[in-house]
Structure formats: C-alpha cells, structure tokens
C-alpha cells in the first residue's frame, strides 16, 4: 500500500476549517475533479468524478469526528483508495492541517503527491474565502451554519 502525506498551515480557526470541510457538499469547492458529492445519510455520499477524461459515479463514506477535528473518508473499488485529515489549532486563528491518502496503486512520478499539495491549498483557500465573506457578512462562517442547522433538525 502506497501512502502520500502532506501538512500545510492555514490562516483560519481550526474550528471553521473543520466545519467546512467536514460538509461533503463542498468538495467539489476545491478537489477539481469533483462533480458531484450529495450526502446520502449517515456516513455514505454519492459522488462523481473526472478521472482521466471520463465521469465516474460511485458510492463513498465520510466518516467526521468533531472532538478530535478529523475526517476519515473512502471509496470502494480496485485501488482500495482511503484518507483521513487533521486539523490542528496551531494559534487562534491559524490552524495546521495534515491529509494522509493511502492507496494500492502506486502513481507515477510525484503526480499523487503534487495534486495532495494542490488539493490541500485549495482546502484551506476556500475556507478561508467563505470565512472571510461570511465575517463580512455578519453570518457567522461555517461553525455558526452547523449551530443553525443542528438547532432546526
């Protein structure tokens, strides 16, 4: 099994980071060549993908665990492809973020690790943009959403 890593830094509450990564329905916001990510309940989601010039379709789980700021996440299939994510506070409005991807296929060249980098930048850009824009607005950013959203269900 073949394991990539990488760790950035992110100018955003380790909070608001994880609540907006932690909606399934914003990958497409920064992985891509994602479609489509429809929460399906509980821990599976639908998704579609561009993957080498074709739309794949396939059934994934997200797992979050709030208390510890992390994302486990996978997708059935020939390459037994599964990550998981970490956010660390790393000073009140910095965080730390580390994603680990394993798979059974071995890339070639550094292609896995640079589209990881690319991946993990675009991660902490669009939350950061959504964190500034709801400041701006006076909503609250994505903790706050997850408040309203837990309190109408």
């Known amino acids: 099994m ?15 980071l994880f609540a907006f990564l932690s909606h399934p329905e914003n990958l497409p916001r920064y992985f891509p060549q994602m479609k489509v990510a429809e929460p399906q309940g509980g821990d599976s989601v639908h998704v579609e993908a561009e993957v080498h010039g074709h739309r794949v379709a396939s059934e994934a789980w997200l797992h979050t665990d709030p ?14 492809y599964h990550g998981e994510l970490r ?12 994603v680990t991807l394993h798979s059974v296929r071995e890339a070639d060249g550094d292609e896995v690790q640079q589209g990881l980098e690319r991946t993990v930048a675009a991660m902490t850009h669009a939350a950061s943009a959504d964190a500034d824009v709801e400041a701006a607005e006076g909503q609250g950013g994505w903790t706050s959403y997850d408040d309203k959203r837990d309190s109408s269900s």
């Open 67 to 80: 208390g510890t700021r992390s994302l486990k996440w996978g997708a059935e299939g020939p390459d037994d």
């Open 2 to 16: 073949t394991e990539y890593r990488h760790s950035a830094t992110a100018d955003i509450p380790a909070d608001e």
């Open 87 to 98: 956010i660390r506070e790393d000073g009140p409005a910095t965080s730390e973020i580390t």
